[in-house]
């Protein structure tokens, strides 16, 4: 089958994919893979993710409370429908979400994404209920590696809800690419959408940031310099048209793994 390729389960690639078995070394290069959750409402935000690289775990998350930002590394807990650190329980409930699977150089990558679904629980010691993101990964990426990326959720001036995913960098054939927006639930595939180099904007969606994740490391083996606002978003989306209001997220991050 050519790759890149966006369906269903049943019709995939005959590749080493989720939730099967794959190596941890294919052609040279370790796998790559984590479940990334994101709760987005007009009061709160946070994200909670796990990430493992060759089979060494990392665990991040981080909350806006409104005011500020509070992070960590420790405490994550990440079960089907279920996300939890210090300081945040929330629920969900999963669905089959958009699949991709693309080439990357010689080797393949996988993502599937899930959007707009209800998310509640707690935040911070408080009743929190909004709507989440959840980007499950997996590959065999190149050691070089850079994308930017942008997931949210909102309400469209029609009244209709909307979630989106848009990237470049990974996943981002031209026919057959992760780039999605949900109207009332229904996925549409859209065209590329530029990014601002700054992270404002992506295509004619615009980003106020509120809150800033940053990350820079350079190590022997790894090496990474992450930057992710949490913000306010409004303009337009395709298919979905303007936006009413808008919440989530902008990421830029250029890894070498």
């Not at 080439?103 to 935040?123: E, F, L, N, Y």
């Not at 190149?142 to 997931?151: C, G, L, P, Q, V």
């Amino acid at each position: 089958m050519t790759l890149p390729w966006r369906g269903a389960a049943p019709d995939r690639p005959d590749l080493p994919l989720p939730p099967a078995r794959m190596p941890l070394l294919r052609g040279g290069r370790p796998l790559k893979r984590w479940r990334w959750v994101g709760a987005f409402s007009p009061v709160a935000m946070a994200c909670v993710a796990r990430a493992t690289i060759g089979g060494i775990p990392v665990t991040w998350w981080a909350v806006w409370d409104g005011e500020r930002l509070r992070e960590g590394t420790r405490g994550v807990k990440l079960r089907p429908g279920h996300a939890g650190a210090p300081g945040l329980d929330l629920a969900f409930e999963e669905g089959e979400g958009v699949e991709v699977v693309s080439a990357h150089g010689a080797q393949h990558i996988w993502t599937r994404k899930q959007a707009g679904m209800p998310i509640r629980g707690s935040v911070l010691g408080r009743p929190f209920e909004g709507r989440g993101f959840v980007d499950d990964s997996a590959g065999y990426h190149a050691r070089h590696t850079a994308w930017r990326w942008s997931a949210g959720v909102g309400t469209a001036a029609s009244g209709a809800p909307v979630a989106w995913n848009l990237v470049e960098g990974v996943h981002d054939g031209l026919q057959a690419s992760e780039r999605t927006i949900w109207v009332d639930g229904e996925p549409h595939h859209v065209p590329p959408q530029p990014f601002a180099d700054d992270l404002s904007s992506v295509g004619e969606l615009r980003c106020e940031p509120l809150a800033v994740r940053k990350h820079r490391q350079n190590r022997v083996l790894v090496a990474s310099d992450y930057e992710m606002p949490f913000g306010r978003f409004s303009g337009a989306l395709p298919v979905a048209g303007t936006l009413r209001e808008g919440w989530g997220v902008m990421e830029r991050h250029r890894v070498r793994w």
